[in-house]
């Protein structure tokens, strides 16, 4: 499944946002979006109502033999979204926020 979060644009002196390195963390490491929508399926089945992003994060920095390079917190709330965008039945088990950056 694609990632639907927006590009910012490029420009002269442009910094990467967070949005940028999650991006680019997604196109290296596409099972990980995968892995939490696992272990998101499993916390449902198992009659969690309420599912948190760094919960999901350790536990796959946990099942990965080595952990994994670059999983940053930062990038879980881009998860939650496209979690949600994805699968729409699982909103209520996850709290977005307003978003205040691109």
Known sequence: MPISVARPSCRA?????????????HAA???????????TAERLAACATRIGLKELFEALRRRLPQGLRGLNNNYTALYAR????????????FELRRRRTP
Do not use: K, M, N
């Open 13 to 25: 002196g442009y910094r990467p946002t967070i949005t940028d390195q999650f991006l680019a963390f």
């Open 29 to 39: 490491h596409p099972y990980v979006y995968r892995a939490l929508e696992e272990l």
């Open 82 to 93: 496209q979690l949600v965008a994805d699968h729409p039945e699982w909103a209520s088990a």
